[in-house]
Each structure stands twice: as structure tokens, then as C-alpha cells.
């Protein structure tokens, strides 16, 4: 397995633009996880998913985020519009089941707005 | 709210030396506590974890201690190598809710 799979690695944009990040899980993985990493704040819970349903989504920092899983091997993070203080490295990670046993994390998505 | 907090922010040691990092959670119903490490410009990987019914699990060089009662739990790696510079980061969750909350991390360095 190639591991999660996330797109673009970077992404500079101009605010106010609308913002598309993507994230394939592992097959097989039935939970899916968004996290945004800043020295600032560390690694914080935007979302998850479990079995393509939002759970928990309290993370969300506003209604500019938005995220959906159509399947099971696809999510999107989408941050319309977007602002400089969403500047960011966005990870996803999937795990199996509902009981413990760790993340695995994609590569994360370098964002920046300017 | 649930929260976990993690001490020191920054650790330097001396090559074969030992690093320890303890964290403290406030959600008593965790019971799953993970390790992760993070090299510079990487995505941060599970090295090792430790569930509630267990008081220390160990691996090669690293080793975990919880203590449930205190609600600490620590990360030791002895014989440390220029290799273990990273950010560890100490998480807790527990079943069901699968909502894992991490600390803030440690930035380890090794000194050859």
C-alpha cells in the first residue's frame, strides 16, 4: 500500500481564493482524520471521518472550512475564502477501526497565503 | 475540555545519553496513549504507544511508562543517537470516541 496519499505537497495562493485539499486514505482504513500543524497551536483536530461520515467537526475553526468524503477513498478540505492566518501544513491520516492502534499520516499539504 | 500537555518544549542531550518527555492528560476515561516522531520537513510517524491496562511497554531504545492514577505518562530513549533529533509528540484518546488529542511536542536534539 502506498501509504495516504495527499495533494498538492504545496499550494501558495492568493487570499481571498478558494483553497482544495485532498486526501486518499489507506484501503481498508475506516476512519479519516484532518489536523492542521503550526508552531503556534501544534497539531489540532479539524475533523474526522467514519465511514465517510463527519463525526466530530468542532475543530473546524470557521465556516470557511469545509470538508467532505464522498467515499471511502477520497476527502476533501476546502477553505473558501481563504485568509493569511490559514497558512498551514494540512495533515491527513487514516487508522482501522474504532479502537486504538495509531494513525498513519500522509505527507501533508503545505499551504500558504499570501 | 480535554487537553494534554507535554514538558519539556525543547530537550538537548549529549549523544548516549538518556532524553525523557512526560506528558499529562486530563480526560480519565483515555485509555490509549501514542508516541509519535517527526523529522524536520516529514510527517509525524507512530513510534510506539501504551494502553491503559499496561504500566510500561518497551522497544529496542525507547520505552513508555503511564501511570493512571497521576494521569502521566513518559517517553524514555536511551543511548541516544544523532538519528532520535525529531519532535515527539505524546497523544491520548480512548475508544469509542476515537478523537486523539496530542500534546504541544518536544523538540529533541542530539548532540554528537
Known amino acids: 500500500d502506498a501509504g495516504v496519499i495527499q495533494s498538492p505537497r504545496h499550494e501558495v495562493t492568493e487570499m481571498g481564493q478558494e483553497v482544495t485539499l485532498r486526501c486518499k486514505p489507506i484501503s481498508g482504513h475506516d476512519y479519516l482524520f484532518w489536523y492542521r500543524q503550526t508552531m503556534m497551536r501544534g497539531l489540532e483536530l479539524l475533523i474526522y471521518f467514519n465511514n465517510n461520515v463527519p463525526i466530530d467537526d468542532s475543530g473546524m475553526p470557521e465556516d470557511r472550512f469545509s470538508a467532505k468524503m464522498p467515499n471511502a477513498s477520497f476527502s476533501t478540505l476546502k477553505i473558501q475564502p481563504s485568509e493569511p492566518r490559514d497558512s498551514a501544513v494540512y495533515f491527513c491520516?487514516?487508522?482501522?477501526?474504532?479502537?486504538?492502534?495509531?494513525?498513519?499520516f500522509g505527507s501533508g499539504t503545505r499551504l500558504t497565503v499570501v | 475540555g480535554e487537553n494534554v500537555e507535554q514538558h519539556p518544549s525543547t530537550l538537548s542531550v549529549q549523544e548516549g545519553d538518556s532524553a525523557v518527555i512526560k506528558c499529562t492528560y486530563s480526560d480519565s476515561a483515555s485509555n490509549y496513549f501514542p508516541w509519535y516522531k517527526q523529522e524536520l520537513g516529514k510527517r509525524p510517524q507512530l513510534i510506539i504507544d501504551?494502553?491503559?491496562?499496561?504500566g510500561e511497554k518497551k522497544d529496542q531504545r525507547i520505552a513508555v511508562t503511564l501511570n493512571k492514577t497521576a494521569k502521566h505518562f513518559s517517553l524514555h530513549i536511551t543511548e541516544t543517537q544523532p538519528e532520535d533529533s525529531a519532535v515527539y509528540f505524546c497523544?491520548?484518546?480512548?475508544?469509542?470516541?476515537?478523537?486523539?488529542?496530542f500534546g504541544a511536542g518536544t523538540r529533541l536534539f542530539v548532540k554528537a
Open positions: 497523544a491520548a484518546s480512548k475508544t469509542g470516541g476515537f478523537k486523539t488529542i
Open positions: 501504551i494502553r491503559s491496562n499496561v
Open positions: 491520516a487514516s487508522s482501522l477501526g474504532g479502537g486504538p492502534g495509531g494513525y498513519t
